[in-house]
């Protein structure tokens, strides 16, 4: 086995003697005046400066997040790789949409995705409900991303309170008809919350 030049300084050297070994013993001395609590470095202390901050509430934490900052989260929802893909759910947020309303929104985003993706082909388009009755719309494409797989991605697309939600799901042929109807379910049984 070949030892990486690194390590093969730390070869063959001699054993050390035995008082290197040892731990220099700690001799006590006599007591004086108590001890004072040494403070931190001045480098090490965090400066207590009051910030403008909004409370921020992530997925297993929180923070202080400065005013002006704004969250753009992307939330990814990882399933099983079957049939060569890894099976995900996304959901993207836009509390600024370009429209008005749920159709409008939906085209902007077809129109956008038929120019990014130019193997892409519509496949069905139309308005559908959430599980809670908010009016929606969908769209389901096919694309290859390679000359030997096609992918379908299914859209959904919710508008409540002026903030638009897109969320997206990828299939092959195969796993549309296995996993895909539970997905869609998954995806229909989405509950917006939105923040004024």
Known sequence: MDIPEYYKQFQNQPPKKEEETKMPEQKEQPSQKPQQKEEAPKSARVPQVKDKTKPYQGNGFTLNQLEDWEDKTIYTLVG???DGIQHNVIVTIDKEPAAENVIDYADLQITTLEKELKSCMLLKRGETK????????????????????????????VLVEKVAYKI?????????????????????????????
Do not use: C
Not at 132 to 148: C, K, L, V
Not at 168 to 195: C, D, E, H, W, Y
């Open 80 to 82: 099983p790789v079957t």
């Open 130 to 157: 959430l599980v809670n009755g908010t009016d929606a719309y969908e769209a389901i494409f096919s694309w290859y991303p390679t000359d030997e797989l096609r992918i379908y991605q299914h859209q959904i697309f």
């Open 168 to 196: 997206t799901a990828s299939f092959t042929k195969k796993t549309r008809q296995t996993i895909g109807p539970a997905v869609v379910r998954m995806m229909l049984s989405l509950n917006p919350t939105a923040k004024k």
